[in-house]
């Protein structure tokens, strides 16, 4: 199984200051298509997951422009360019690149 | 928009078998290229996938649930269902309904998750 880390557990920020999440896989995630099947969700609380993010780096529609995903292979990447009161939450990302699908442990989004 | 609901038991015995079904509404489970999954998170931790059916009938199971799980579709009634045997309070979650479309399994739509608890 591709085993999805995230760093780190806990994350405190400041409203209007960036935040950043890393997520990296045991295996590459370039599937044989050439996509990168990495998603971002994020779970509010007492919320469903959302996605945020698909194939690495596009946003879903509703997204605000100031959530952002980047990397390649097996690091990436989720920034939150500035966090406001509403993001707070856990953000997963998953694998969809090789059965089972996997998820990263989750990343808490706290307010300092 | 597509929608999505689950229902079932909210408490099921141990040893005994859960089953849940998910409607489907502002859309068909057999269009082409749309896949629909479970997953589930126990309280307080994180999300783990159970199983995905395809457009077409095809499934795929999380290999750590596989013996004890079946995902179906019923078309007529355009909803889908898991059966999971011989719980125990292990399989305690809520347990969500999801959909994406085309490669990657990026679950695009999500229902609003059930609570099942495993207890005699």
């Known amino acids: 199984d591709v085993v999805m880390t995230q760093s780190p557990l806990s994350l405190p920020v400041t409203l209007g200051q960036p935040a950043s999440i890393s997520c990296r896989s045991s295996?590459?995630?370039?599937?044989?298509?050439?996509?990168?099947?990495l998603t971002w969700f994020q779970q509010r609380p007492g919320q469903s997951p959302r996605r945020l993010i698909y194939?690495?780096?596009n946003r879903d529609s509703g997204v605000p422009d100031r959530f952002s995903g980047s990397g390649s292979g097996t690091d990436f990447t989720l920034k939150i360019s500035r966090v406001e009161a509403e993001d707070v939450g856990v953000y997963y990302c998953?694998?969809?690149?090789?059965?089972?699908?996997?998820f990263g442990g989750g990343t808490k989004v706290e307010i300092k | 928009q597509l929608q999505l609901e689950e229902s079932g038991p909210g408490l099921v015995k141990p040893s005994e078998t859960l089953s849940l079904t998910c409607a489907v509404s502002?859309?068909?489970?057999?269009?082409?290229?749309?896949?629909w999954g479970w997953i589930r998170q126990p309280p307080g931790k994180g999300l783990e996938w159970i199983g995905t059916?395809?457009?077409?009938?095809?499934?795929y199971y999380n290999p750590s649930l596989k013996s004890r799980v079946t995902i179906s579709g019923d078309t007529p009634k355009n909803q889908f269902s898991l059966r999971l045997n011989s719980v125990t309070a292990a399989d305690t979650a809520v347990y969500y309904c999801?959909?994406?479309?085309?490669?990657?399994?990026?679950?695009?739509?999500w229902g609003q998750g059930t609570l099942v608890t495993v207890s005699s």
């Open positions: 999801a959909t994406y479309y085309g490669s990657g399994s990026a679950f695009e739509y």
């Open positions: 502002g859309g068909s489970i057999s269009s082409t290229y749309y896949h």
């Open positions: 059916i395809y457009w077409s009938g095809s499934t």
């Open positions: 295996q590459s995630l370039v599937y044989g298509d050439g996509n990168t099947y």
């Open positions: 194939k690495v780096s």
């Open positions: 998953m694998q969809g690149t090789q059965w089972p699908l996997t």
